[in-house]
């Protein structure tokens, strides 16, 4: 299985900050991967797919980078609503698709 | 815009089958992939497969031994039947329909469902 390694576990940021979020594949997935954010409760929502394609709806705030194993989720201005926790995920090739461990994003 | 919605029981017995239903409304179940997917309450994401418009299905080789899904085209539901449970099965359980295999797009508001005698 390719293991995907986000970091850091957590973080605490204020409002207004650059929050950047990295996220390592075991092994190249080209740009087979997705950002997804879950509030409390509820259930994930896709930001990111294909690394840098921002999903529809999702604010300008929100962008990703990276291909190959190294991927990166940039949040600028960060909002009140952007509290709360990311994961990658990659989708290449074959079976499972798996996700990372997920980053907290809190309040400093 | 598509809405989804996970049914079934909340508690299930040690050694049963897992039973859950997606209720799909705002698009027809005859386009796209249509996957199932949980975590462990305060845990990760695992993906467990998904089925394709034409019944198609893709497992996670970890559960594949143990998973079935399923799809009613006349009521636009698919399923998710997951055998021998054990209380490593307790999870909160999504449905989604994918905008590519592996990715899902639109998700279900999840179901938690434990697993105790």
């Known amino acids: 299985d390719i293991q995907m390694t986000q970091s850091p576990s957590s973080l605490s940021a204020s409002i207004g900050d650059r929050v950047t979020i990295a996220c390592r594949a075991s092994?190249?997935?080209?740009?087979?991967l997705n950002w997804y954010q879950q509030r409390p409760g509820k259930a994930p929502t896709l930001l990111i797919y294909?690394?840098?394609n921002l999903q529809s709806g999702v604010p300008s705030r929100f962008s990703g980078s990276g291909s190959g194993t190294d991927f990166t989720l940039t949040i600028d201005n960060l909002q009140p609503e952007d509290f709360a926790t990311y994961y990658c995920q990659q989708s290449y090739l074959t079976v499972p698709y798996t996700f990372g461990q997920g980053t907290n994003v809190d309040t400093k | 815009q598509v809405q989804l919605q996970e049914s079934g029981p909340g508690l299930v017995k040690p050694s049963e089958t897992l039973s859950l239903s997606c209720s799909v409304s705002?698009?027809?179940?005859?386009?796209?992939?249509w996957s199932w997917l949980r975590q462990v309450p305060g845990k990760g994401l695992e993906w467990i497969g998904y089925i394709n418009y034409s019944g198609h299905t893709v497992y996670n080789p970890s559960l594949k031994s143990r998973v079935t899904m399923s799809m009613d085209t006349s009521t636009n539901h698919f399923s998710l039947k997951l055998t021998s449970v054990t209380a490593a099965d307790t999870a909160v359980y999504f449905c989604?329909?994918?905008?590519?295999?592996?990715?899902?797009?639109?998700w279900g508001p999840g179901i938690l469902v434990t697993v105790s005698s």
């Open positions: 705002g698009g027809s179940i005859r386009r796209h992939y």
């Open positions: 092994e190249n997935i080209i740009t087979y």
């Open positions: 989604a329909r994918e905008l590519f295999g592996g990715l899902p797009e639109f």
């Open positions: 294909g690394a840098t």
